[in-house]
Each structure stands twice: as structure tokens, then as C-alpha cells.
């Protein structure tokens, strides 16, 4: 299992070197305005090929257009991260994008104490009373997840389907809520199993998980996890039993690890929102509110091993999202 393991990472470190290799180095000279320069904190590596890749290729979009100086720190706890953003803001960073819900409540406290500073803060509700300094991108992953819901609903030949997520986050409560809801508009009678792995970055714990939830007879798998969607993959990989088991992943394409298994997953684009935020701050607008969804950074990559009516029925839904014909309740109540 091990090896197993190694070959993976190996794979995923591959497609890092792919993706950050594909971005502008943080380092590159700006080629336009100088009286606006941006910063970055993320609280991962950059070379995770998930989330913190994902905002890191954003932020560096933004030295061509529209056309500023960039900089970034990785792997920032959450204690360090006020002392991080006075550090920038001492070197003449006059905006400061934290990118994790983590970091929410310390990012809206320095924007108090700097008025003249812009900050870029990511949670999972509008913020009440933020400074006027202060975006607020609503990462809105719920809705994403009711499509999710919708396709393991309807792909699930046992009636099982299970959700692995990593903490017992509002987030997370909503993301399962919106299956539930997905699955309860389509009338199916099928039964959805959330369990949490305790970290986002643990392949062996959610490998384990993900064997027990197979065993209990789940055949798809949500996966809500960042490095422990390795686990997952493995673990439904390994099945030898006759039922094919499915699963979904969010963030990014990883249909590279378990192509013969692999459904979907929620792909996010961070660089749109952090354009549109940054020129609307050039254009005079210091403080907003962005939320994320499908005409929004979000989509919902086309299934794979599929039949062509669950397809379209996806294709739809998603549709009906975008228009806001479905509205999926945020429901951040415990499950317990």
C-alpha cells in the first residue's frame, strides 16, 4: 500500500510541477500599473494541485491583467497570519487577499485598523457590518454540492451513497445539506452516509473511511477533501468487489487517478473573481461582495461513465443553478 502511495504522490507532485509551471512566477515584474501592489496568503503550498494551486495561478493572472505587482506566503498558520499581512502592508502592499475562511475574522479586524488598505477575505456568508475596505468572496460551495448530489443520486445502484469530508465546518454541514436537498427534489429513495475524516490532508485516515463506507455498501463516494482525496481514490481503486464504486472530487480535475471510477468534480477558478475584485477596487469601489457560483468561478466538470440521460438531466440541473431557478437553502445545521 506504501508503494501504492508513492506512485501517487509522484503522479501529483507531476501535475503541481504542470499546473504551477503554467502560471506567471510571483516574481515576474509587472508590466502595468505600479501605485497598486497585491498580496497573497495561503495556508497550504501552492504546489498542492487543489486549492491553494488554484488561487496561486489567480493571483499571478493578475500581472498581466490588469497588470500589477504580485506576491505570495505559503503555508500560514492562522496565528501568524496578522503579523504576515503587517509585514506586506509595511512594505507598501496596498491589497491583501487571504485565501482560506481560516483567516476571515483577522482579515476583517487589520481592514479596521487600515483604512487605506484593501482586503480580499474569503468565508462562506456575506460578512455583517465589514469595513469599507473589505471584499467578501462567498465561496458558496453548497450549491455546488447539490449537483454533486444530484449526479451520485442518480448514478448509486445500492441506494447508498456517502459523503467524506475533512472538518466538521459550517461549510462542510451545508455541502451535505444541499445532497440531501438534491436528492429529496429528485424524489430518489436513497440514503446519504457524511462522515469526516478530522483532517483535509489525510490519505491514510480517509482511505480507511472510505473502506468502511464500501463495505457498508456505499457505491459513490463525495469526496470534500484536499491531499486525503489520495485515500479515496485508492480505496475505490482496490474494490474487488462485483459493484463498481464511484466517486467525485472538488477544486480540480483528478480524473488521472482513478480514471476507471471517476465521475466528476467541482472545478474552481479563482483568477475571474480576483480580477474583477481588483478593478473594481482600480475603478473606485474599495468594498463589495462577491459571491461564488456557476457564473461565478464554479463548474461542474461533465460526467464521465454516465448514460446520456443523466447527462442532460446534469447539464439542466447545473443550468437551473446558474439561473437561480433551483435555489439550494444554506443550511449550516450540525448533522450529527
Known amino acids: 500500500m506504501r508503494r501504492r502511495y508513492f506512485v501517487t504522490v509522484i503522479a501529483l507532485l507531476l501535475l503541481m510541477l504542470v499546473l504551477v509551471q503554467c502560471a506567471v512566477p510571483a516574481s515576474a515584474p509587472s508590466s502595468g500599473r505600479t501605485d497598486y501592489k497585491f498580496a497573497a496568503i495561503f495556508p497550504g503550498v501552492i504546489t498542492d494541485a487543489d486549492y491553494n494551486t488554484l488561487a496561486y495561478i489567480g493571483v499571478t493572472s493578475l500581472q498581466k491583467d490588469p497588470g500589477i505587482d ?23 502592499y496596498n491589497i491583501i487577499f487571504t485565501h482560506g475562511g481560516q483567516f476571515f475574522n483577522q482579515t476583517l479586524t487589520l481592514a479596521k485598523e487600515f483604512p487605506d488598505v484593501y482586503f480580499i477575505a474569503e468565508g462562506d456568508a456575506p460578512a455583517k457590518d465589514p469595513p469599507a475596505n473589505v471584499w467578501v468572496i462567498d465561496r458558496n460551495f453548497h450549491v455546488g454540492f447539490y449537483g454533486i448530489g444530484a449526479l451520485a443520486a442518480m448514478q448509486s445502484k445500492t441506494g447508498k451513497i456517502g459523503y467524506l469530508g475533512g472538518l466538521t465546518l459550517p461549510f462542510s454541514y451545508a455541502e451535505v445539506h444541499a ?45 470534500s477533501l484536499n491531499l486525503g482525496m489520495l ?23 483528478k480524473s488521472s487517478f482513478a480514471p476507471d471510477n471517476y465521475l466528476t468534480s467541482l472545478l474552481y477558478d479563482f483568477g475571474g473573481p480576483l480580477r474583477a475584485i481588483v478593478k473594481n477596487i482600480m475603478d473606485g469601489q474599495s468594498g463589495g461582495y462577491y459571491p461564488l457560483g456557476f457564473n461565478t468561478g464554479v463548474s461542474l466538470q461533465e460526467p464521465q461513465h454516465v448514460s446520456d440521460e443523466v447527462k442532460a438531466k446534469i447539464k439542466s440541473i447545473t443550468e437551473d443553478l446558474a439561473s437561480g431557478k433551483i435555489q439550494v437553502k444554506k443550511n449550516i445545521e450540525p448533522i450529527q
Open 231 to 253: 485515500g479515496v481514490f485508492e480505496a475505490v481503486k482496490a474494490n474487488t468487489g462485483d459493484t463498481t464504486i464511484w466517486v467525485t472530487a472538488k477544486y480540480s480535475d
Open 70 to 92: 504580485t506576491a505570495y506566503s505559503e503555508s500560514v498558520a492562522v496565528p501568524d497570519v496578522e503579523r504576515v499581512m503587517r509585514e506586506y502592508i509595511a512594505d507598501g
Open 179 to 223: 445532497m440531501e436537498q438534491a436528492i429529496s427534489d429528485l424524489g430518489l429513495n436513497v440514503e446519504l452516509k457524511p462522515v469526516w475524516v478530522g483532517n483535509f490532508n489525510d490519505p491514510t485516515k480517509a482511505r480507511e473511511l472510505a473502506d468502511a463506507m464500501i463495505a457498508d455498501g456505499v457505491d459513490v463516494i463525495a469526496g
